[in-house]
C-alpha cells in the first residue's frame, strides 16, 4: 500500500471505524506517536472493530469507579493503554528537552490541587516561568506511568535539569533553607 | 515520642509501627488530617475507614549524611503497603537530630 492510499485508509479509519474517544486519542498523539506504532494502534483498533462489529472497547469509556479516589471531574480522561515503553520514552523527552518540568494536577494557569499549587507558586516566587507543566489529570497513562518512571508514589513532580528533585513537601523545606534558590542559581534556571 | 493525635485507627498504628521499627526515632509525629479532606471524594468511597491524608514527622539519626530525597524515599518505602492501601496523601518531615534540636532553638528564639 502506497503512502497516499495508506494515508487515505488511516482517516477513513478514524473516521468510521473508532468511537469519538478513541478518534480524539489518536488526534492528539499523532505527533508524537511514530507512524508505524500509530500503523499497529489503528490495526489493533480494527480488528476489534471487525470482530464485534462495533467501534467500542469498554476499556475506554469512563467507569464510574474506575477512580475511586477523586471526583468525577478530576479523574483522568484518557482511557487508551499506552505501552510503558512509549510512555517512559515520551517522560525522557519531556525531561530531557526542557529544563524544568513539573507533572502536576491541572496546568500552571490553573492548578486542581494544593500541591501543585504549592510548587507553581514557589516557581513564580523565583520568576521561573518558561517550564513545561504536565496535566497529570488529562491522561491516566501520565498519571501513574510517572509515579513507575520516578519510583515516587505522588503527584506533584518536580525535574530541574534531567534531574527528579521531589514533591511538594521536599520543595517547600528546600524554598524555606535556600537550597532550592541556590540549585536553580547553580542549573543556570535564574540569575541571582 | 509525640503522637498528636487521639484518634488512632489501623492505618495511623501500621504507620507508627512501621516508622518506629524502620528508624528508631528520637521523635515521631503523626498527624491523621483525613478529616479536613472529608468532603473529597477518596473519602467517602476509597477508603472505608475514613484514614487517608497523613502528615509524618520523623527525626533518625538514619536520615545523616542522606539528601533530602532519598530520606522520602526511604519513608514512602517504608510506607508503601499503607499509600497502596489507600492513604491518598502523606505529606513528609524527615530530620536528623541536630536539624531538629536547630529548628526548635530558632523557633524558641
Redesign the interface.
Known sequence: MNNLVQRKFQQATLKYLLNPQQRLFFVHHQRIMMPSTLNAQLQTYQMRFFSNNQGHNHDDHDHE?DH?????D?QPKKKVQLDETQLNQQFKEWIEGNDVVLFMKGNKKMPRCG?SNYIVSVMKFYGIKEYKDVDVLADENVREGIKKFS????IPQLYVKGQ???????VK??HQDGSFEELIVREGIIKK | MDQSNNSRGPIYLAIEKKLTEVFNPTHLEIVDESHKHAG???MK??SRQGETHFQVTVVSDEFENKP??DR??AV?ECL?EE?AA?V??????AKTQKQWIKQNEQIQT
Do not use: Q, V, Y
Not at chain 1, 527528579?164 to 521536599?170: N, Q, V
Not at chain 2, 491518598?88 to 518531615?93: D, F, G, P, V, Y
Open positions: 469507579h475511586d479516589n477523586s471526583h468525577k478530576f500541591f519510583n515516587w508514589p505522588t527528579f528533585i521531589g514533591g511538594c513537601d521536599i523545606e528546600m | 473529597h471524594h477518596a468511597e476509597h533530602l530525597i522520602h524515599r514512602n508503601a499509600i489507600g491518598h496523601a502523606l505529606s513528609i518531615k
